[in-house]
């Protein structure tokens, strides 16, 4: 059982940067990644990057590489929005899954979700 939490959404003017957090608890063995997603308005949600638990290394969406940073500190994973523009207007979920994939079916447990909006 794993419970996600996020953090840090907000409003943030383009070009602007904003980080978000996901504390995660759980009873019993680690995930082995958490990935974020996020969810624009009429659009299907979207793999964004990955940590891996047990040993730190990450993997990123195009449209965010070099852009987005995610780590982790004990157990919080979090994730360095730089640049953004309003297309990374969404909201934005992490979520735990016993393995190291960016499909979404490969995740069980999720967080409830923190809106972050980037003005023009």
């Known amino acids: 059982q794993v419970q996600l939490v996020e953090s840090g959404g907000g409003l943030v003017q383009a070009g602007g940067s904003l980080r978000l957090s996901c504390t995660v608890s759980?009873?019993?063995?680690?995930?082995?990644?958490v990935g974020w997603f996020r969810q624009a308005p009429k659009k299907d949600r979207e793999f964004i990057g990955l940590i891996s638990w047990p040993n730190g290394g990450t993997t990123y969406a195009d449209s965010v590489n070099g852009r987005f940073t995610i780590s982790r500190d004990k157990n919080t994973v979090n994730l360095q929005m730089n640049s953004l523009t309003p297309e990374d207007t969404a909201i934005y979920y992490c979520a735990a899954s016993p393995f190291l994939s960016r499909d979404i079916e490969h995740y069980r447990y999720w967080g409830q979700g923190t809106q972050v909006t980037v003005s023009s």
């Open positions: 759980r009873r019993g063995s680690n995930p082995v990644g």
